[in-house]
């Protein structure tokens, strides 16, 4: 199938991109990397009047990274931070995440904030940049704001952005020293979209214990659903054995997840405390890793 017919605008500066969204709202669509808006072009999901194209606006294409964080521009590609060493280095859940995303010709083309705009519950980056504290800096005409990750989601592919407004960047705090993460998911192939993920951050005290843990799964829910029971669950702990089997059998117990034509309800109860406790595992031989 091809689009309905729509009127394409090819802005070269960010403030005409605001002006065209501000003239036309839910009339437009962005389209950044186009890896999920042009399959639902195609099968007539979406039928915009005005698609915006602003691959060619200056300075949205370039990332950041210094002693305060991370800070990505809504044309950076996953790619762009996948081969970046020094990303890899300062948020390795960061970079654990960008390579389970579809294959690698998606990653060339599609973008960061592309990604998280179309607040796909199965993606991987939503949870990531929640479990990180992420920060999304949308702008409008006439203003801007700041929407911390967790309050970014709405619904399945439901954001907080406003139709005439756009996702200019996102920002991510450093990791410290002693701060863990990991990230892992269940797919039927290499690629596929998550039957269940898990991304886990926290950080190691002096005394030994995990501190600040931040437990965000993706695919049980139509957000990505942070566990917090859990997260008091394991706080204060030192991972053992019998604390990782105690939350993976508390997730087990206590999460209703969503159901539909890929997989069951039940089967994603199970292998959700399966990759949460998998996850926790890690953290706990990176506390090793720090120790030496």
Known sequence: ???SRFIYHAPSEVEEVLELLSEYGDEAKILAGGQSLMPMLNFRLLAPAHLIDINRVTGLDNYALGDSGLSVSALVRHRDLELSPETELAYPILHEGLTNIAHVQIRNRGTICGSLAHADSA?????????LDGRMNVRSKSSRRTVPAEDFFRFHL??????TELLESVDIPAMTR?????FDEVTRRKG????????????WSEQGTIEDCRIVCSGVAPTPLRLKEAEEF???????DE????????????LEPTEDVHTSAEYRKKVTGVVVRR???????QRRVINV
Not at 178 to 182: E, H, T
Not at 279 to 285: E, F, I, N, T
């Open 243 to 254: 604390v990782l089997i105690g939350v993976q059998q508390l997730v087990t117990e206590s």
């Open 234 to 240: 394991i706080s204060g702990t030192d991972l053992s």
């Open 158 to 163: 439901t954001s907080d952005l406003d139709s």
């Open 279 to 285: 996850g926790l595992a890690r953290l706990a031989g």
């Open 1 to 3: 199938m091809k689009p």
């Open 178 to 182: 002693n701060s863990v993460g990991a």
């Open 192 to 203: 596929d979209f998550a039957l269940v993920g898990a991304a886990v951050v926290g950080t």
């Open 123 to 131: 993606a991987e980056l939503p949870s990531i940049l929640i479990a």
